[in-house]
């Protein structure tokens, strides 16, 4: 029933729109005589002005001759273009009334009458269905494609062939976004109408259709179900660059950003190429889009790439994860105000939901907090997404639901997770496998996580429902087809394997994930951060590993396996820098060669020019089995660590104690040359207290230096406790003499070396007290089995950087003159001259850095300088000279350490490595020194007074010249420097190889000590005056 209010009745609406069709008459569709009658009478614009036209036609069409009828036809065609592009006014009742409007004309012009007149008006009713507001979505879309089919039953490609393309390309759209039947189907549909279009759209006849065209095409084959995922993606990625061959930012700027908007999505999806690439690759896509979409006056389109930048960043591999996120989180509430739900709800809820995502993942804040707000956008999102009018995204809400759910803090825990199992079962009903096999095996996968979880019901079932998901997921997730998906669900399917006892499954299981990492490394081209982000993230899989292998008592495996989760950069790092040492020239030749055909497979497949992409894949992996053998057969470190060949190095009398921090224990793997690895293992209880023993420690070392330093002693007693280094010591044959620490992972930061051991005469004895031979560091097996091949019988070469920077000058108490004394040959760069240039010059033909020649040549690097830190990059960490820092990734990069034997940091922290890194992988000075060529480093775990390393460093250098061995000769200066009283200095002074000035301003400082602490002090006692120092290496 129509209104009864004065401005609501039928006769006045009546008369409006006779008096518009009079006005359209007259004018021959003017606008700009239609469009003033139309905004005097706004109110008019609404629904019932679309019932009046109905009602109108229909009576007036019952009183015309047919004549008479057409000219009705032309007023109501006009009507609808002209209302449905008017600004003013309600868009949704604009709509209505175009409908209204083009479906009344076609009552009148028939399609045998006038056949393209009747198909251009089914066009334009289609375009006016697919933008309608009102009524169901999907019944909107049905009407579309009705409309566009009957358009293209006059647009023959033979009568009309341009127009046959156009509609065939709209059609196209139309199933791209259609709900109802399989949406498989529908994209095909879209896919078939795309490729017919471009039949007449060619790039040389229609550029701009050919790129819109292609560029609509690159869009369902991104959203296509059948056919391989990445296969799909590349097609796509192909589409978008066809496009923008026409879509140039100079020729079309708006349309050039659209494509890099999409094209961003693609990247962030990608899954050829190497990841980390991909997702800068869909940033700078996004930061170009951006460039021209501006928030006005492109506001939907600026929301748009705020969500696709925000998808983007909440994968990104480099720069910092939280950081990352935080990005992710203000992209989308940008989005936000631009996607109101009154203006946009279908664009509000996908934001929601991508929010919830982001909440979810969040590292800043407090996480209960997040995951809250995680739950209210989830909800938020369902208030749009429903059931019955968005199938597929309601599923995935359900999806993320689920995810917040299985993560909830607040809430009983047992419910929590009894929501996320119903959730996901939720979304499974919509995400089947025939329908969505991707965001089936998805759901699968994480379906199974919280059946792992589960508190309710029988724990074996419940493992057991969880097994049968994964192994759901993985008919999907193929290595091929989905690698980083593969991984991930072959990790939950282990864990849930040990977690039922079924040990061998699990081992195999985690075989084929650590295979498929591996894999994945070999194809990053971008550097080493992509590769370290790589190793955090699957640490956690070796270590699992290394369990599973204890659990079968295969303890030559879990050290092998250890291994190869430390040393995947080293073994390439050998390779870059020995490679002319280690090969014949011949062998040197096919490697090249071998490379140079890796690298042109690799590029292939990754900038998606792979004609066929399995046989390529095929080659290439055989090519790297070829290039493996052949590298092995030389490579005293292979490809992959073997224990037998490690153990061959080793002497009766030598000991390695590697020490490996897994999921919830500690190992401690004993390596001798006459037995297998012997094996201690902590309780979970020591883990718990290992992590808090190593958080205080340096939480107290940053934030309390004064503190730290005089609870050192205390807390040095305490570690041997937690580590039972009694209890391991007990596990070495009586043989040994000679030990050699691999720490793992944080435990690099501590002087192992200098743990207190209890005696019976209750006076303090150290853990390098206990061996003749010496206590020394490495690495790695791996790294300490290549060291043992490099030869450096000489040491009579110095090179040496002496007090740098202006707070240092003559802070070295003439330790470097002393030192210079025992060599024959010395070069010396002090304070203003010891400068990044001169180590590595400028070649002038090639434009490159260069070694300084006497660099190359020494026998013994020493550098008395500052060192710094670089927390967000660590391969930037370095030493600081006079004109610059020196960093670890140009030690590696450019120094050839071919002679030297030792390398000796007199700086504060230059053994600490990156502290924050979670992968196993060692990065630190030292281990660029020993990369670089040297076979021996001596470092610092922590500041030190510049006058108590030059006194300890002095008589190391003394020590050294005596026994010519590096770790006892530094043991042996530490144990003076702990031990001697000051009248004992004092009689060094005068036999020590300081010049006379400096003897003179020591003897006076002796004397003051003397005076206050007495000649029988022992001023430098304390551990962090003397254990900080520790020899990386070979040792000898």
């Known amino acids: 029933m129509l209104g009864t209010t004065a401005s609501d009745k039928p006769q006045e609406y009546l008369q409006f729109l006779q008096q518009v069709l009079r006005a359209i008459s007259d004018s021959n569709g003017n606008p700009k005589v239609v469009y003033p009658l139309l905004q005097a009478n706004l109110d008019k614009l609404d629904d019932r002005l679309a019932q009046i036209v109905e009602v109108w036609t229909t009576q007036t069409l019952a009183e015309v001759e047919p004549e008479q009828a057409q000219y009705i036809a032309d007023d109501l065609f006009s009507l609808g273009r002209l209302i449905e592009k008017f600004p003013l006014g309600s ?40 933008n309608r507001i009102r009524g169901e979505r999907a019944d909107n879309l049905e009407q579309t494609i009705a409309c566009y089919k009957n358009a ?9 062939p341009e127009q046959w393309a156009m509609t065939q390309g709209l059609l196209a759209s139309a199933y791209s976004d259609r709900i109802r039947g399989e949406k498989a189907d529908n994209l095909e549909d879209a896919i078939a109408c795309y490729r017919n279009a471009l039949q007449i759209r060619t790039r040389e006849a229609f550029p701009e259709q050919w790129a819109t065209t292609q560029h609509n095409l690159a869009l369902a084959y991104s959203d296509r179900i059948r056919g391989e995922r990445a296969d799909n993606l590349e097609d796509a990625i192909t589409c978008y660059r066809n496009a923008l061959q026409i879509r140039t930012r100079e020729a079309f700027p708006e349309d050039w950003a659209i494509t890099q908007n999409n094209l961003a ?13 991909n997702l800068e690759d869909a940033i700078t896509c996004c930061q170009n889009a951006l460039q021209i979409i501006t928030r006005e006056p492109f506001s939907f389109e600026w929301a748009r790439a705020q969500n696709n930048l925000a998808a983007a960043y ?69 208030q749009i997404y429903t059931r019955e009018a968005f199938p597929e995204q309601w599923a995935t809400t359900q999806n993320n639901l689920a995810v917040v759910y299985s993560d909830r803090i607040l809430g009983d825990k047992v419910d929590n997770l009894e929501d996320a199992i119903t959730c996901y079962h939720y979304a499974l009903e919509i995400r089947t496998r025939e329908a969505f096999p991707e965001q089936w095996a998805t759901t699968q996968n994480n379906l199974a996580v919280v059946y792992s979880d589960r508190i309710r019901g029988e724990r074996a079932d419940n493992l057991e429902d969880a097994i049968a998901c994964l192994h759901n997921a993985l008919q999907i997730y193929t290595c091929e087809a989905f690698p980083q998906n593969h991984i991930v669900t072959l990790f939950n399917l282990g864990i849930a394997y040990r977690d039922t006892q079924q040990w061998q499954s699990a081992y195999h299981t985690f075989s084929t994930a650590i295979d498929t990492v591996e894999s994945l490394r070999e194809e990053i081209l971008s550097g080493d951060e992509s590769k370290q982000k790589l190793a955090e993230e699957w640490n956690k899989l070796y270590r699992r590993m290394v369990d599973t292998c204890l659990q079968l008592n295969q303890t030559i495996e879990a050290l ?123 309780t979970p209880e020591d883990y718990d207290k290992l992590i808090d023993w190593a958080n205080t420690y340096w939480q107290t070392y940053k934030q309390e230096p004064e503190t730290w330093s005089n609870q050192l002693a205390e807390a040095l007693e305490n570690l041997a406790q937690i580590l039972h280094i009694e209890e391991i010591l007990k596990l070495l044959p009586a043989s040994c003499n000679l030990l050699i620490l691999i720490p793992h992972r944080f435990l690099h930061l501590f002087p192992l070396h200098t743990l207190p051991i209890a005696n019976a005469h209750h006076s303090p004895t150290y853990l390098f007290d206990l061996f003749p031979g010496g206590v020394s560091y490495a690495p790695s097996c791996q790294l300490l089995q290549q060291l043992q091949t490099r030869q450096r019988p000489h040491f009579d070469r110095l090179f040496a950087i002496q007090t740098p920077t202006e707070d240092l000058y003559e802070k070295d108490l003439g330790a470097v003159g002393a030192i210079k004394q025992q060599f024959t040959q010395s070069e010396i760069l002090k304070e203003g001259k010891a400068t990044k240039s001169a180590l590595l010059p400028v070649d002038d033909n090639s434009q490159t850095l260069t070694q300084q020649e006497k660099l190359a040549t020494a026998h013994c690097l020493f550098f008395f300088c500052h060192d710094y830190f670089n927390p967000v990059s660590p391969l930037d960490s370095g030493l600081q000279l006079a004109d610059g820092n020196l960093t670890i990734a140009e030690i590696i990069a450019h ?48 500041k030190v007074q510049s006058s108590t390393a030059a006194l300890l460093m002095t008589k190391f250098y003394e020590e050294l010249e005596q026994q010519n061995h590096i770790t006892l000769a530094l043991q042996t200066a530490q144990s003076w420097l702990r031990d001697t009283t000051i009248e004992g200095f004092q009689a060094w002074l005068s036999q020590s190889k300081l010049s006379l000035a400096w003897q003179v301003t020591l003897k006076e400082d002796f004397e003051e000590w003397k005076q206050e602490k007495g000649a029988t002090a022992k001023p430098f006692n304390s551990p962090d005056y003397w254990s900080a120092f520790c020899v990386i290496g070979q040792g000898g």
């Open 895 to 942: 120094f050839r350490l071919n002679n030297c034997r030792l390398v000796t940091l007199s700086a504060c922290e230059t053994g600490i490595p990156d502290f924050f890194n979670i992968s196993d992988e060692y990065l630190s000075l030292p281990y660029g020194f020993l990369l670089a060529g040297s076979t021996n480093v001596v470092s610092t775990l922590w």
């Open 314 to 382: 909440s994968n990104r591999i480099l720069g910092d994860k939280a950081d990352n996120l935080e990005e992710t989180i203000a992209c989308l509430h940008n989005a936000l105000q631009i996607c109101t739900r009154e203006a946009f709800p279908e664009q509000w809820a996908i934001t929601q939901n991508n929010l919830a995502l982001a909440y979810s993942d969040r590292i800043l804040g407090d996480k209960a907090d997040n995951l809250e707000n995680a739950l209210a956008c989830c909800q938020n999102t369902l």
């Open 91 to 130: 868009k949704a009742s604009n709509l209505e009334t175009a409908i209204a409007a083009y479906k009344n004309f076609l009552q009148i012009q028939t399609r045998e009458a006038f056949p393209q007149y009747w198909a251009i008006t089914q066009d334009l009713l289609a375009a006016a269905y697919s």
């Open 560 to 682: 092998e396996y250890a291994e190869r989760s430390k040393n995947r950069n080293l073994v390439e790092q050998i390779l870059l820098q020995d490679s002319h040492t280690i090969f014949p020239p011949e062998v040197n030749t096919k490697l090249a060669l071998l490379r140079d055909e890796i690298a042109k497979d690799q590029q292939q497949i990754q900038q998606g020019k792979a004609k066929n992409y399995r046989e390529v894949a095929q080659r290439l992996q055989n090519l790297r089995l070829q290039r493996n053998q052949l590298q092995d057969q030389y490579l005293p470190v292979g490809s992959s660590f073997q224990f037998d060949s490690f153990q061959q190095t080793l002497d009766r009398e030598t000991a390695v104690v590697e020490w490996y921090i897994s999921s919830e224990t500690f190992l401690v793997l004993i390596i001798t040359k006459a037995a297998a690895p012997n094996v201690w293992q902590s």
């Open 152 to 160: 293209l039953q006059a647009y023959t490609r033979e009568a009309f």
């Open 265 to 277: 999505v693609v990247y962030s999806e990608r899954i050829r190429g190497e990841r980390a690439d």
